[in-house]
């Protein structure tokens, strides 16, 4: 089945302490990108990566950090999590021709 | 900034056809105005998208005006299910940050 695979699902942790969510994709998508989704404030892109080793910076890019050594897979890393990035956090990908975005289930994360 | 606006809810009753507006008057024209909905706290999905002509998938059909500054999404028999936040969007179908901006998206609420 085509998708879009975030994990983990929920996350409680410290602040701090560092934290990687992972994002894989199995349908060799070019374009990948994180988004964060907040009450009031809608889903804003935090990073986003045409194809491999390639990465940018989305609108809210403070406190990440993104990889994109291989092309099924997009890790979002956050190396000091503070409580301001609680948040549910989606991860998307795309061909380059741009067909549709397919969207993972989201992750939550609760930083204490 | 999201370039559309779209009203903040709207209801419809279970097994009519749902007309979800949405305006865009600053499309410019390579840009394709793209639909998703959101049900609850899940990963946004990918309805349709198209440019000038009207398209029609298995989920929905989509009518953009002559002069494109407006389009309106049909669920042509809608179910509780159709119960979501859709965003219309607009974007080029390629090139450029590949960045999806969604506004604060309209919330559609179909009742029994």
């Known amino acids: 089945e085509a998708q879009v695979t975030q994990n983990p699902r929920y996350l409680i942790t410290v602040t701090g302490k560092k934290l990687t969510v992972t994002c894989s994709q199995n349908m060799n998508h070019e374009y990948m990108s994180w988004y964060r989704q907040d009450p009031g404030l809608g889903l804003r892109q935090i990073y986003y990566s045409m194809n491999v080793e390639v990465t940018d910076k989305g609108d809210v890019p403070e406190g990440y950090k993104v990889s994109r050594k291989e092309k099924r897979n997009f890790p979002l890393i956050l190396e000091s999590p503070s409580p301001n990035q609680t948040s549910l956090y989606f991860c998307a990908s795309s061909f380059w021709n741009n067909l549709g975005y397919t969207f993972g289930s989201g992750t939550r994360l609760t930083v204490v | 900034d999201a370039k559309t606006t779209q009203p903040p809810s709207m209801d419809c009753a279970e097994g009519r056809a749902a007309n979800l507006p949405c305006n865009h008057s600053?499309?410019?024209?390579?840009?394709?105005v793209y639909w998703y909905r959101q049900i609850h706290s899940q990963g946004p999905q990918y309805i349709i998208h198209g440019l000038k002509n009207n398209e029609t998938n298995e989920m929905a059909s989509l009518i953009i005006t002559e002069d494109r500054k407006s389009s309106t999404l049909i669920l042509p028999h809608a179910t509780l299910r159709d119960t979501a936040v859709y965003y219309c969007i607009v974007r080029p179908r390629q090139g450029g940050s590949e960045k999806l901006v969604f506004g604060k998206g309209m919330k559609l609420t179909v009742n029994p």
């Open positions: 600053t499309i410019s024209g390579n840009e394709y």
